[in-house]
Structures are given as structure tokens and as C-alpha cells.
Nanobody, 128 residues
Framework: QVQVVESGGGLVQAGGSLRLSCTASGLTFADYAMAWFRQAPEKEREGVSCISASGVNTRYADSVKGRFTISRDNAKNTLNLQMNSLKPEDTAMYYC?????????????????????WGQGTQVTVSS
């Protein structure tokens, strides 16, 4: 049974940093592209960043480019999201997602329907 579990959320002041982690089990982690999404209250789920199976290629939403960094450790089945220079508008529930059909990235990466397994989410709150 495939499971993904996020951790690392919390409350931080604007300008601060947080590091989210996601641990996957029940799958060959190194075979699949992974992504981070977020969803604020009354808003649609938004693709934040994704990374190819090998970790070589990454993509970012324009709203986080230059502030967030996605990475993965295939030996530890772990996906990370380093978030710096946080803004109040980054406040949301953050989700880890696995694309169990693709190793590489394409322009569909921000679409939630592309991902097969989701974690329960971890809350990030940025105060002004």
C-alpha cells in the first residue's frame, strides 16, 4: 500500500523559513516524479513545485520561484521543500503527491489530476 506522509509545517513570521518533508512507502520511490501542492481556504489546489524521478529536473510556480527549493533523497524515500522568505500569502495546507505514471516532467505538472497518491497535508501559517 502506497503511503506518503508530510511533516515540518508550522507557524512562522513573514521573511522566515520552513522545511517540509515527505516520506513515501510502499513504492519504488526512485521511479516516480513527485510534487508539492498547496491549498488555501476557499481556493483551488495549486501546484507549487515538482521534481523528476532522478532529481535532475525541477519546476516551480512563478509565485515561489527563487524562494522555494525542492529536492529528494531517493536512498531515504524522502521529498523535501525548503521554503525561504515566506510571505503571508504562502499560508496554506501543503500536500505531497506522487505521480505513479511518470518519471519525467512536462507542462501538465501543476494539474492535480496527474497525481495518484496524496498525503494528508501539513499546515503552513505565515504571520505578517
Amino acid at each position: 500500500q502506497v503511503q506518503v506522509v508530510e511533516s515540518g509545517g508550522g507557524l512562522v513570521q513573514a521573511g522566515g523559513s520552513l522545511r517540509l518533508s515527505c516520506t513515501a512507502s510502499g513504492l519504488t520511490f526512485a521511479d516516480y516524479a513527485m510534487a508539492w501542492f498547496r491549498q488555501a481556504p476557499e481556493k483551488e489546489r495549486e501546484g507549487v513545485s515538482c521534481i523528476s524521478a532522478s532529481g535532475v529536473n525541477t519546476r516551480y510556480a512563478d509565485s515561489v520561484k527563487g524562494r522555494f527549493t525542492i529536492s529528494r533523497d531517493n536512498a531515504k524515500n524522502t521529498l523535501n521543500l525548503q521554503m525561504n522568505s515566506l510571505k503571508p500569502e504562502d499560508t496554506a495546507m501543503y500536500y505531497c503527491a506522487a505521480d505513479l505514471y511518470h518519471r519525467t516532467l512536462d507542462d501538465w505538472w501543476p494539474q492535480p489530476w496527474r497525481y495518484n497518491k496524496w498525503g494528508q497535508g501539513t499546515q503552513v501559517t505565515v504571520s505578517s
